[in-house]
Structures are given as C-alpha cells and as structure tokens.
C-alpha cells in the first residue's frame, strides 16, 4: 500500500458508509451522511498540519499564548459531486478559501473536458483540499491534479469516501506526491465505470437526478 494513501477505518465512519450504500436510503439522509462523513475527513485531513502562528490572548482568567492555523488550506470541489462534500470541510475549516473545478470525461472524443474553474487568487504555495465523494476511473481527477498544479499549490490531498484500486493506483503513477484519503478502496468497477459494490452516482442521490 502506498505512503501516500490513508485509509481512515473508523466503525462510525463504517456504519454511515453502509447506509450510504443502501439504495433505499432517500436524498435527504444520503446528503446528511455525506456531511457527516466529511467532516471527520476533514478533521484527518489537517491531523499532520505543520504551519502554525501564535497569538496573545485573554481568556476570562489570564493572559494566554494561543496556537492558530496559518498559511489555510484551499478546498476544491470537484463539481458537481464534491459540492455536497465543501460545505462540511469548510464548518471544520471556517478558515480556508473554496475553489471548483468542473471536468467530465468525454466518450465520444475519449478526453477530459473542462467546462468551469474558479480558484481564490491568492492559491500559490498554499495546501489545496480536492473533494470528490468517489474517485472511479480518476481522469476528472488526475485532470484537476494537473490543473492545480498549475497554479503552484503546495501540496494536493484528495478526500473521497469511495476510490478504486485502479484509481489510487493510477493517480500515483503520474502524481506520486499526491495523498489521498479515503474510507474505502473498491477492488473492482464494472463495465460502465461505477464501483463495485460502490453505492451508485453519487450526484444522482445527492441532488436526485437522473
């Protein structure tokens, strides 16, 4: 297993996957479960955080030497899944600016496609934060690696709950810098490139579409 993926087994984080995987739970509690799932990713997300400044404070007893986050992270939504993941990240880490990116894998020209990009402007040399429920095949994302890269962030941490073996093997072969943490590697996709036993378009249970 790669130094480079992380893996966070939890039994809260296992019980909420299996309701998540549950085609018969409804958009509402699929969203909240996704919420939920992401806020611990969050809080893994920032375990190994190094850059910290001090402040001087009052508490309501005496004059105290406080620790803060500095040099915030950037989180990026990988649209439109990763939209139903920014929002928890950002209440863990009220502190950092959000991106999106917008990409989809063509069938017909066989390519990724971008269709949107908006990244805060101050982004070099800072962390940046990719949220994508699952990561399948990983073009979209090797894609939004390539494009933050870009931009000169500092270092790039995928969070997803679902990715496949193919796809952490694969993003590491052209992004060995590149953590990803996750809750689950799924051993096989099938023909049409969902994970197996997976728990289905994401973006279709989140926002109930088709």
Known sequence: MSKKLKVIDHPLLRHKLGYLRDKNTKSGEFRDLVSEISQILAY???????EM?????????AKAKVERVA???????????????????LSVLPFASAGFI???RDKFIHSTV???????????????ILCDPLVATADTMIAAI??????????IQILSILASDYAV?????????????????????????????????????????K
């Open 169 to 209: 093997k694969k993003i590491h072969e052209f992004h060995p810098d590149v953590e990803i943490l996750t809750v689950n590697v799924e051993k096989e996709m099938n023909e049409n490139g969902y994970l197996v036993p997976g728990l289905g378009d994401a973006g279709d249970r989140l926002y109930q579409t």
């Open 102 to 104: 917008g990409i989809y």
């Open 71 to 89: 040099n915030a992270p950037v989180v990026v939504s990988v649209l439109r899944a990763g939209n139903g993941m920014l929002d928890a990240v």
């Open 44 to 50: 893994e997300a920032m375990r190994d955080w190094k």
């Open 114 to 128: 971008e269709y949107y990009f908006k990244l805060p402007s101050e982004t070099k040399g800072r962390k940046a």
């Open 53 to 61: 400044s001090t402040a001087h404070i009052e508490t309501p007893i």
């Open 146 to 155: 390539e494009r933050l890269k870009s931009y000169e962030v500092k270092e």
